[in-house]
């Protein structure tokens, strides 16, 4: 690992406790296994949220870092229009530099979770950070197996709120019952509510839900499953997450980008990269031609 930085020591943010072995019981192993997402409601106090907020609000505010992103341009909009994202652009990958994203992408209150979830001991592979000031843009509904393109398998996120959120600040969104997609086709987003530029239909019959979160609860899910979030339509409420991605033991590649992939003792784990792009799957009716998903008011300008 390259050299770390950190403000203040980087263990007094975290207090795991001792001993855990289960999270979730039975019943909800089941619940997940059919909607392909869960919560696991308080796995970190708000002591920690609160000080992991705080922690991350002084890195912002001390400069910008590799990766930082601020989004797509707008369609039609001119740049001199403000942007809140400009000043709060996503931080990642910060765990390669920061030693207080590590001990959260590590932390033993995860890897217990995952490993229920994996049924298999996880790798870790990346670290987000979402600032969502007020009248910030959301993400369009994607899926992040586009992006890793583990193999086999799928990755698996555990986005942990640092705020409440809810609908009225961009919670999470998602599409229960979608986790065994394969990687579906994206079309283009509507850049004034998305951030990033593309989508993916939604199937069918399927509805979008919202999912309404408290500090210290981490929403885990699978990789295929359709998900994003719409803008943040507060006028003075941030919607801060800190995410973490992670993909089973049992795999063999992922994309270039989240390499190295570690173990979670922090060891690095020799694996295979896998190429972007390759086929993906569109909605098909019953003769095999592609059907239009979109009710036309909906359909994403651009
Ligand atoms: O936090 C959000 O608004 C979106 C995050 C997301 O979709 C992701 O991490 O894949």
């Not at 990642?92 to 995860?110: A, C, F, Q, Y």
């Not at 987003?189 to 399927?206: C, E, H, M, R, W």
């Not at 270039?256 to 896998?274: A, N, Q, W």
């Not at 036309?296 to 651009?302: D, K, V």
Request: include cysteine; hydrophobic fraction near 35%; proline fraction near 8%.
């Amino acid at each position: 690992m390259t050299t770390m930085t950190t403000e203040g020591p980087a263990d007094a943010r975290l207090a795991p406790p001792r001993g855990v072995e289960r999270v979730f019981a039975e019943a909800q192993l089941a619940q997940y296994a059919n909607d392909g997402y869960i919560v696991a409601r308080k796995l970190f106090s708000d002591g920690e949220a609160a000080a992991l907020r705080d922690y991350y609000m002084r890195l912002r505010e001390r400069g910008s870092y590799a990766g930082d992103f601020a989004g797509v341009k707008r369609d039609g909009v001119p740049d001199d229009v403000p942007d809140p994202l400009k000043k709060y652009p996503r931080m990642i990958h910060m765990h390669r530099w920061d030693e207080t994203s590590l001990r959260w992408m590590l932390d033993p209150r995860l890897r217990v979770v995952l490993r229920q979830l994996l049924g298999e001991e996880p790798y870790a592979v990346q670290t987000m950070l979402y600032f969502k000031p007020a009248g910030a843009r959301g993400q369009a509904m994607h899926q992040d197996q586009f992006y890793l393109r583990v193999q086999p398998g799928t990755c698996m996120a555990a986005w942990m709120a640092l705020d409440d959120c809810d609908e009225e600040n961009g919670c999470m969104q998602v599409v229960p019952g979608t986790q065994d997609l394969p990687v579906l086709c994206t079309e283009r987003a509507n850049t004034l509510d998305s951030f990033t530029d593309t989508t993916v239909p939604i199937p069918p019959g399927k509805k979008i839900v919202p999912v309404v979160m408290e500090p210290g609860d981490v929403f885990f899910f699978n990789g295929s499953l359709i998900h994003g979030s719409r803008p943040n339509r507060s006028t003075n409420r941030f919607r801060r997450s800190l995410i973490g991605h992670y993909i089973a033991g049992e795999a063999e590649q992922v994309s270039k980008f989240y390499h190295p992939v570690l173990r979670m003792d922090g060891s690095v784990v020799d694996l295979g990269i896998s190429e972007r792009g390759g086929p993906c799957g569109r909605w098909v009716d019953e003769d095999g031609e592609v059907v239009e998903l979109f009710e036309p008011a909906a359909r994403p300008a651009g």
